[in-house]
C-alpha cells in the first residue's frame, strides 16, 4: 500500500523558512517523479513544484521559483521541499504527490504565514 506522509508545516512569519518532508512507503520511490502541490483555503489545488526520478530534473511554479527548492533522498524514501522569504499567499496545505497511474497524494501539511 502506498504511504506518503508529509510533515514540516506550522506557523511562520513572513520572510521566514520552513523545510517540509514527505517519507514515502509501499512502492519503489526512487523510480518516481515526484510533485508538491497546495491549497489554500477556498481555493483549487495549485502544482507547486516537480522532481524527476533519475537525474532529479526540477520545475516550479512561477510563484514559488527561486524561494522554494524541491529535492529527494532515494536512500530514504523522502521527498522535501525548502521554502524561503515565504509570504502569507503561500499559506495553504501542502501535498506531496507520487506522479503515476494513479496519482497518489498524502494528507497535508498546514502552512500558515502569518504575523
Given at each position: 500500500?502506498?504511504?506518503?506522509v508529509?510533515?514540516?508545516?506550522?506557523l511562520?512569519?513572513?520572510?521566514?523558512?520552513?523545510?517540509?518532508?514527505?517519507?514515502?512507503?509501499?512502492?519503489?520511490?526512487?523510480?518516481?517523479?515526484?510533485?508538491?502541490?497546495?491549497?489554500?483555503?477556498?481555493?483549487?489545488?495549485?502544482?507547486?513544484?516537480?522532481?524527476?526520478?533519475?537525474?532529479?530534473?526540477?520545475?516550479?511554479?512561477?510563484?514559488?521559483k527561486?524561494?522554494?527548492?524541491?529535492?529527494?533522498?532515494?536512500?530514504?524514501?523522502?521527498?522535501?521541499?525548502?521554502?524561503?522569504?515565504?509570504?502569507?499567499?503561500?499559506?495553504?496545505?501542502?501535498?506531496?504527490?507520487?506522479?503515476?497511474?494513479?496519482?497518489?497524494?498524502?494528507?497535508?501539511?498546514?502552512?500558515?504565514?502569518?504575523?
Amino acid at each position: 500500500e502506498v504511504q506518503l506522509v508529509e510533515s514540516g508545516g506550522g506557523l511562520v512569519q513572513p520572510g521566514g523558512s520552513l523545510r517540509l518532508s514527505c517519507a514515502a512507503s509501499g512502492f519503489t520511490f526512487a523510480r518516481y517523479g515526484m510533485n508538491w502541490v497546495r491549497q489554500a483555503p477556498g481555493k483549487g489545488r495549485e502544482w507547486v513544484s516537480y522532481i524527476s526520478s533519475g537525474d532529479g530534473t526540477t520545475t516550479y511554479a512561477d510563484s514559488v521559483k527561486g524561494r522554494f527548492t524541491i529535492s529527494r533522498d532515494n536512500a530514504k524514501n523522502t521527498l522535501y521541499l525548502r521554502m524561503n522569504s515565504l509570504k502569507p499567499e503561500d499559506t495553504a496545505v501542502y501535498y506531496c504527490e507520487k506522479l503515476g497511474d494513479p496519482v497518489e497524494r498524502g494528507q497535508g501539511t498546514q502552512v500558515t504565514v502569518s504575523s
